[in-house]
């Protein structure tokens, strides 16, 4: 009843891909250097070559191979059962109740095949998963979901408590549905900080061949940079910069390609991805919050994006526990859409309070003071360049002043709001009551003068914990919040 399956044959050039993903770095310093030395008359290394190429392509082919070759998988009555492997056999079982999430994506390539991949994560995994059907029916997830489903009803007696997410019935009709344009993503791209993500990548991939590169083509080319002037060698950073926001933009297009947000009776589901085609699937009772979150430059055009935070299993970005639901939306929409999709999170912003004014002397003066000391240390040091370190404290100050006017909270039937800036974007956390682990107070005796206070809330996300904090509370402020969260309130 119980037969062993076969993976499709489109799982063998899958993996290829990701071998050769895995191993791009070492292959091109490898054939890098080898064409180096033939440059530099290392005639013995021409005939590594040919024998560099051939050890490629088996190691890249090889487990391909072999394991698209010995890989089987069966849905048996108790749980999911994989083998694979030639000289080390893998023999992996995993019980139906032990499933913690099953992840859907599809890549682009998979598409005309009907076929998806399935990643099954169990309770003990943390952002990897325990079995990867790499490429398999869309049946097979929803066959999958049923069997789960039909044994978490035998053991309902033994108070299992696990959640499912990530796959869903193709014939279950959404509540609402939101989609987001073609012009809206390419709003989120300009907007975003992916250029600084992207000059990081780069570079980090440059070192990969920084002692392949022959130093003698660095030393021209810092020569010909200084030949350049200051005038040209800064159009030619601005020129870079702009190449990397544009390769932002287009990575993110890809990425959010589509993007589609379900809403279902009991879950939420979202789509996106050009190459690869993401299905992510949020149960509500794995919800532990909610975080709207304003970049400068967002919060000027009036724009927000929000996230959830979810227990258990990892999320489409690999940061377990924090799955982005609105990339981005106009605020006073996304604010309707959270209290139409989640109706147990009850806020009002015109209801935020704020701390008193006097507060805002406790933010000045930590902020300046970690500013002032680089400041006096590269004034002296690298006088008289290093006096330019003054906009430090400026900027410090005007950071204390945006973190003191964007920090607040509310309390509304069971569900708490708080708002700081721990960072450059203003973000606004809303928790049930019921989600909150623990909260803590905590005073320095440099605040006992002032009766102010920090809290800190604990959340689950993921398999570790999240806690919002807001700095500098009111004596008074902080002492509602602890009656309002403690149990016999």
Known sequence: MYSE?????IALLKELFDNLRKSIVPIVVALFSVFQGIKNNQWLLMWLLPVLIIAIILLLFAPAVIKYWTYRYTLEEKGLRIKYGLIFRKNIFIPYERIQTVQQKQWFFFIPFGVVQILVETAGTSGKAEADLSAVPKSVAQELKDLRDGKKVEIADEQVTQDYSGVHNESETSIRTIELKTKELLLMAVTSGGVFGSFVLIIAFLSQFWDAIPKDWLASGFEQAIQLGVLLFTILAILLLLVLWVFSIILTLFKFF???LHQFEDHLMI?????????????YERIQGVVIAESPLRQMLRLVSVKIITAGGADEEKQSGDILLIPIMKKK??????????SDYHFEETKIEKFPKQ?????LIIYLAWS??????????FYPYGLISVLLPLLAGLKAVASFRATGFSVSEGTLLLRARPFLSKTTYLIRKERIQSMKVSRSIWMERSKTNHLSVALKSGNSEMTPFLRYLAGEQTERLYKWYRPNN
């Open 333 to 342: 929409l996304a604010l309707e859409t959270i209290k139409e999709m989640l």
């Open 5 to 9: 399956r076969k993976l499709h044959p």
């Open 258 to 260: 589509q993007f589609k």
């Open 359 to 363: 507060n805002q002397a406790r933010f």
């Open 271 to 283: 789509e996106k991805g050009l190459f690869e085609r993401d299905t992510t699937t949020i149960k």
């Open 372 to 381: 002032l000391i680089p400041f006096l240390i590269l004034s002296v040091f």
